[in-house]
């Protein structure tokens, strides 16, 4: 079975720039996240989504980020506009979303360099 | 919300040695405790999905110790070999919102041949 796949695997952008970050989860799961990673801060959650609704947008990141999912296999990740503190690997992840304490399963990313 | 603290950010030991990587947290209710392991550009796999009932659960060359008296969770290499080499997250879910997971801010283990 094929995993989480994210592209582009690397982006490199201007700032002001808008920028589309692309996940197809692992089949048949309802469960898709959206998560930053940063060396400082670690990974923060960016959105969620159970059956293809949003279930929680991260507060700190609702102004210029945007995750949408049209359909159960496909989900987007907009930044608009980008900044230089933007710069992160984002990392999408699928789980099956059967209940409590499911296990996720991620990709291996999109690295973004905002200049 | 829950906090989780995790230590050391960085860790180097010989081949053969230990590797010991702790985790705080500060919510009592939380109920389930996931390690996953990174390998540079990789992606994020799981190692061990721990319940809040098993104090002690062994894998293949490590063993996940959970204190929820003390709020603890840690992992154990027992005899780290080169391809250990990564980065290892802890997290965190709490009871009835068992889809979002908390994570510690990783530790990056190096062993030396």
């Known amino acids: 079975d094929a995993g989480v796949t994210q592209t582009p695997r690397h982006e490199v952008a201007e700032k002001g720039q808008t920028i589309i970050l692309k996940c197809e989860p692992v089949?048949?799961?309802?469960?898709l996240f959206w998560y930053r990673q940063t060396k400082i801060q670690g990974l923060e959650l960016l959105s969620y989504?159970?059956?293809?609704?949003?279930?929680?947008d991260g507060g700190a990141f609702k102004d210029r980020f945007k995750a949408e999912m049209l359909n159960s296999s496909f989900s987007t990740l907009k930044i608009q506009p980008t900044e230089p503190k933007d710069s992160a690997v984002y990392l999408c992840?699928?789980?099956?979303?059967?209940?409590?304490?499911?296990?996720?399963?991620f990709g291996e990313g999109s690295r973004l360099i905002v200049v | 919300g829950e906090q989780v603290e995790q230590r050391p950010p960085h860790l180097s030991v010989r081949e053969g040695d230990s590797a010991v990587i702790t985790c705080t947290y500060t919510?009592?209710?939380?109920?389930?405790f996931f390690w996953y392991k990174q390998e540079p550009g990789a992606s994020l796999q799981l190692l061990m999905k721990?319940?809040?009932?098993?104090e002690i659960n062994e894998g293949q060359g490590f063993t996940v110790l959970l204190n929820k008296k003390d709020k603890r969770l840690s992992l154990n290499l027992t005899a780290a070999h080169p391809g250990d080499s990564a980065a290892y997250f802890c997290a965190v879910s709490v009871g009835n919102m068992g889809y979002k997971l908390t994570f510690g801010t990783g530790t990056s283990l190096l062993v030396d041949p």
């Open positions: 992840a699928s789980s099956p979303g059967q209940g409590a304490g499911n296990t996720l399963y």
């Open positions: 919510d009592p209710n939380s109920y389930y």
């Open positions: 989504f159970r059956s293809k609704s949003l279930m929680e």
């Open positions: 721990v319940f809040s009932s098993t």
């Open positions: 089949s048949g799961h309802n469960d």
